[in-house]
């Protein structure tokens, strides 16, 4: 046995067999499916290339042929025994510059278009010798390039679907040898937790890690159909019995301690999740209360004061006399600064409402938090005696029950060291992480 072998190496070293057997069969898989892909592309193609031979047209392909280019050196010869174009015409005068026997090269230097050249051979009025581009008839041109294209489109297909072959018995190889890795790594992690189980001394300890085996093992449905040989059926069967022989074998006092690690785990774990909510909503609203204290320290010397102008400008009314447009102006003052005096106090009305719904859900948070508390204490006074109610550190209700235990788990730990077994060295020295 070495430092590792504990549960939770020997499932994450079954995680990472698996995952690895799964990683090769999808990878597998993945070079199928692209060879398909590429067989499937090059059918398309030989079928659009078809259906082109079917429904091209002759002045397609004519055009198809006219737009190939001749060698300089070819050599001209005229046919035909007269000028076949109108008098006047250009091609009328690209005739007559093209004498028998001159190249391609003179007869562009005599400035015959290059064009008229192509148009001429294709009608027969001239032909060209040594020429690159054909100048065959309509349906020869028709065959032979659908044919070349044909050709080279069927050895492309040939070879992807050799790949294709290949890639497909890769995956038969590769597929048989994942399930028969797949199967060994089941074995291995049964013959390892059985191993475990038998090096443990504390029967508490044993019965916990053959159940959490068992559960294991039912989660990830391993069992005796799982195999194929009957040797293998055999084996398998004997760990599980062995496994729940260990598990059930525990005496009530034994059992009565798993139940109480069990229980006390999932009540810190409670505890643990009320107390990081309970301290979360409490710093979002005294984040509030700060803003809102603020604004009403604000608001309330602007309001003082307008208050104040308000009592000295009805002071003046009363003790002064003065003209028409001077009470008319006070008047309209006296109405912006009251327009002004109400918005600031109905603002800081508000201000003292939000504040006061703060300490409200807060009182209502502290209640609710009290009755989940009963609930927590309820339970631990279930499973391990010597908590006294009541008690709350600093505002917070969870704090006292939380820190009791996660001190009776830590002091649990202690006296069953070969707790570690089931939950690995780093993790029973830290009691606020541990795994059930």
Request: aromatic content about 6%; hydrophobic content about 35%.
């Amino acid at each position: 046995m070495t430092t590792e072998d504990n549960f939770p190496a020997i499932l994450s070293r079954l995680d990472a067999k698996q995952s690895t057997a799964t990683n090769k069969i999808e990878w597998a898989h993945t070079e199928v499916m692209y060879a398909e892909t590429a067989v499937d592309d090059l059918e398309r193609q030989l079928t659009q290339i078809h259906d082109e031979i079917q429904t091209e047209t002759a002045p397609d392909l004519l055009a198809r042929a006219r737009r190939g280019s001749y060698d300089r050196l070819a050599t001209i010869q005229v046919i035909s025994e007269s000028n076949p174009h109108r008098a006047g015409s250009r091609n009328h005068a690209n005739f007559e510059k093209i004498k028998p026997g001159m190249t391609v090269e003179e007869a562009v230097e005599a400035e015959v278009d290059r064009g008229y050249l192509r148009y001429a051979a294709a009608r027969r009025y001239i032909t060209i010798e040594g020429a690159e581009s054909s100048t065959e008839s309509v349906p020869a041109l028709k065959e032979e390039n659908c044919l070349q294209s044909s050709a080279s489109l069927r050895a492309q297909r040939d070879q992807k679907v050799k790949i294709l072959k290949k890639a497909r018995s890769t995956l038969a190889t590769t597929e048989k040898a994942a399930t028969r890795d797949l199967k060994q790594a089941l074995k291995d992690f049964l013959v390892e937790v059985r191993v475990l189980v038998n090096s443990v001394n504390d029967r508490t300890v044993r019965h916990l890690i053959a159940d959490r085996a068992l559960e294991e093992c039912r989660a990830r449905q391993i069992g005796v159909e799982a195999f194929e040989s009957w040797t293998d059926k055999e084996k398998v069967a004997q760990i599980l019995r062995d496994l729940d022989e260990a598990a059930s074998s525990a005496d009530d006092e034994d059992r009565q301690e798993a139940i109480r690690y069990r229980g006390l785990g999932r009540l810190g774990e409670e505890l643990t999740l009320a107390d990081r909510q309970f301290l979360k909503e409490t710093r979002e609203d005294n984040k509030k209360k700060i803003y809102l204290y603020k604004l009403r320290n604000k608001r309330q010397p602007e309001i003082t004061k307008l208050q104040r102008d308000k009592e000295d400008d009805e002071t003046e009314q009363q003790s002064r006399r003065r003209g028409l447009f001077v009470r008319f102006a006070r008047r309209a003052r006296a109405k912006f600064s009251d327009y002004r005096l109400r918005s600031k106090t109905r603002k800081l009305e508000s201000i003292k409402i939000q504040i006061q719904d703060i300490k409200i859900a807060g009182q209502q948070r502290m209640q609710n938090s009290l009755e989940n508390l009963k609930q927590f204490e309820e339970k631990a006074s279930k499973l391990a005696p010597g908590y006294l109610r009541g008690q709350i550190s600093s505002g917070n209700p969870f704090a006292a029950l939380e820190e009791w235990v996660y001190g009776y788990l830590g002091r649990w730990l202690e006296a069953h060291p070969e707790i570690a077994k089931l939950l690995g060295d780093e993790m029973a020295t830290r009691p606020d992480r541990f795994q059930i």
